[in-house]
């Protein structure tokens, strides 16, 4: 394949990687509310390497990626660490917090961080188109984060909205790590069996988090749940399968900020989303920032 051509499967990864997120955030935001964000985090991951177990049987023979080198266990784990237990930790529980919609938007964040971490790790140049997409991406999350809002029907505690903003603030800092080093680890390595090490090692973050503080009793609602259930399926299938290896695909073929760029839709494309599925009110200004914020991180890859 031709560079341009390695680049455009690049960029139409990364926008697979924002639809594919759309979909998971309003799913796994519906099962949060349901049973809790601390087992939906486990029992999609646990879902999504299933799924990758039979993907990798059907396609290269392979149940488990026992084909990476040392160096791809090593960094991907990692990555998988950083970006499924611990970022993902503190993601789903701003979805239940404050809503898909709202926290998506603070993961515009995402491209400008990325493309700062691959500047001092990855040695990516930087030109000052993109320190004016940082500055827009900031003011768009900013001017709708500071928007005076109605109180909530639901009679939640107007703290748990700030709370819910650091912990989606979190979740976008995880996200950015994990896309650094994942880039640092996979080199040439499929992109479908690095998310199934990120998978994996996610998964065992978990776990050991749910013995070591006796959180197993936390998933038998789930079970019960059939709606849950079904939301995680989806979910699981869109978000640690699809999402998770498409955005893998996308950082292999172009530069991780632009990549994270194209990614960063997810703020626009989920306010349509929550609109017609749950007639989520939306006002002007909360849809002019998102497209400011969407618009900055365009500017990291002019």
């Not at 499967?9 to 601390?38: H, K, N």
């Not at 799924?51 to 784990?77: M, Q």
């Not at 939306?282 to 849809?287: F, K, S």
Request: proline letters at 4%; glycine letters at 12%.
């Amino acid at each position: 394949m031709t560079g341009a051509a390695v680049a455009s499967l690049g960029e139409l990864a990364a926008l697979g990687t924002a639809t594919c997120w759309t979909v998971t955030a309003l799913a796994f935001e519906a099962a949060g509310r349901r049973v809790g964000s601390l087992a939906v985090n486990l029992l999609r991951l646990a879902l999504a390497a299933g799924i990758y177990s039979l993907f990798g049987l059907a396609n290269r023979g392979l149940a488990l990626p026992t084909d990476a080198s040392a160096h791809a266990w090593l960094w991907l784990s990692l990555s998988g660490l950083v970006g499924f237990t611990l970022g993902d930790l503190c993601l789903f529980r701003a979805l239940v917090l404050v809503g898909a919609r709202l926290s998506m938007l603070i993961m515009a964040l995402v491209p400008p961080l990325t493309a700062l971490l691959g500047w001092v790790f990855l040695g990516e140049a930087l030109t000052w188109l993109d320190g004016l997409g940082m500055l827009l991406t900031l003011v768009g999350v900013g001017w709708v984060v500071l928007e005076r809002r109605p109180p909530d029907p639901r009679g939640a505690d107007p703290r748990a909205r700030w709370s819910g903003l650091a912990l989606a603030l979190g979740g976008a800092a995880g996200q950015a790590v994990g896309l650094v080093l994942s880039k640092h680890g996979m080199g040439e390595y499929d992109a479908f069996a690095a998310s199934h090490i990120r998978v994996l090692a996610g998964l065992g973050g978990f776990v050991l988090l749910f013995t070591a503080c006796g959180l197993w009793g936390r998933l038998r609602p789930a079970f019960k749940d059939r709606r849950a259930m079904a939301q995680l399926g989806l979910g699981a299938l869109f978000g640690p399968f699809l999402g998770v290896s498409l955005s893998l695909l996308a950082v292999q073929h172009t530069q991780a900020g632009v990549a994270a760029t194209l990614m960063a839709l997810v703020p626009v494309l989920v306010i349509p989303a929550a609109w017609l599925l749950r007639r989520e009110p939306v006002t002007l200004r909360a849809l002019a920032g998102a497209c400011i914020a969407v618009a900055g991180s365009a500017f990291l890859f002019l």
